[in-house]
């Protein structure tokens, strides 16, 4: 009985052990074994290019030997805040998360902060200015991919031109930075007008709820400007159901270049779309890395990314990796 007891006390302690003498006050906190240990907090699996944002992370730490605790916030702020503090406690070697939206994370940051655990924003970033609360921003800038949805749509409307736009997430920074970015290009015509704007979530039933009640709302639509494919498959629905052909009655522009959306650009269903690399996963491994053993990593990591037409689309898909 006594073995046994000690036995499992042993291990309880052994492992206790294990985790405390390697987690005392957090930062280079690993599993013992020297493994670094990564919390990282995902927004949710609203859309295709979460998915492949998430495979791409869980890939490329397995391949970097990196131990991954994963949490899907399904979109909600508390869950993350709380996924964050449960990474703290368990000390960690280094956080990494996608907000969900730009403002609320000084608080939790500020916690890991003091536990000494660095924290590395990806995909999306925030709006503070306590730019120490985190060591780094690994992603797309926004504003630029909308300037490019804007440039297209300048280059290639004539006349009078109705826009109704499908916006992300609320107080995403996609969101906001993607819609910034088309207004300054499309100021340039006067012609182009947003004649209804409406978040549908970054979801396909989202842009096909609002897309729906924009098609019963507006007389004219000749362009729907969706921040992500997604939302831009969901108003491919609801415009079919009007009777009406997408990709020529109205035309669509959206953001991301996901399999399911280059599919509908290349059918013709989709006009134009703008590159989001979700592929963050072997760029944040190495930063990780750094962050863990005390080396300097730049402030902000753009991701490379392009644009397709229909064409290019055509070309694009056999080796499209998601
Ligand atoms: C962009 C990412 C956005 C995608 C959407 O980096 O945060 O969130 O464009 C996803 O598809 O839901």
């Known amino acids: 009985m006594l073995k046994k007891i000690t036995t499992v006390a042993g291990v309880v302690l052994l492992s206790a052990l294990t985790a405390c003498g390697s987690g005392g006050g957090g930062g280079t906190a690993s599993s013992g074994s020297g493994t670094i240990t990564m919390g990282f907090a995902q927004v949710g699996a609203e859309s295709g290019w979460r998915t492949a944002n998430t495979k791409s992370i869980q890939d490329e730490a397995k391949a970097a030997g990196i131990e991954l605790k994963f949490s899907d916030a399904q979109q909600k702020q508390e869950n993350q805040i709380k996924a964050i503090r449960s990474y703290i406690q368990q000390k960690v070697s280094v956080i990494a998360f996608s907000p969900v939206v730009e403002t609320g994370w000084d608080t939790v940051l500020l916690e890991a902060k003091r536990a000494n655990i660095p924290v590395i924003l990806t995909d999306r970033s925030i709006d503070s200015d306590d730019t120490s609360l985190y060591k780094t921003f690994l992603g797309s800038d926004f504003v630029e991919e909308g300037r490019r949805a804007g440039d297209w749509l300048v280059a290639n409307a004539s006349g009078p031109t109705n826009v109704v736009e499908l916006q992300g997430t609320t107080g995403a920074a996609p969101a906001i930075d993607r819609k910034k970015g088309f207004e300054e290009k499309i100021a340039s015509k006067p012609d182009i007008k947003v004649v209804a704007s409406q978040t549908g979530d970054f979801t396909r039933s989202g842009g096909k709820q609002v897309m729906e009640a924009f098609l019963k709302s507006q007389p004219k639509i000749d362009v729907v400007y969706a921040h992500n494919d997604d939302m831009g498959l969901g108003a491919i629905e609801a415009i079919k159901a009007a009777g009406k052909v997408p990709g020529k009655d109205i035309k669509i522009i959206t953001v991301d270049a ?65």
């Open 258 to 322: 996901v399999k399911d959306g280059m599919q509908a650009l290349a059918n013709g269903e989709i006009n134009f779309i703008v590159e989001c690399n979700p592929l963050l996963g072997k760029q944040l491994m190495e930063l990780a890395k750094k962050v863990v053993a005390g080396e300097e990593v730049p402030n902000r990591v753009v991701t490379e990314e392009g644009t397709f037409t229909q064409e290019q689309a055509k070309a694009a898909l056999p080796q499209r990796q998601y």
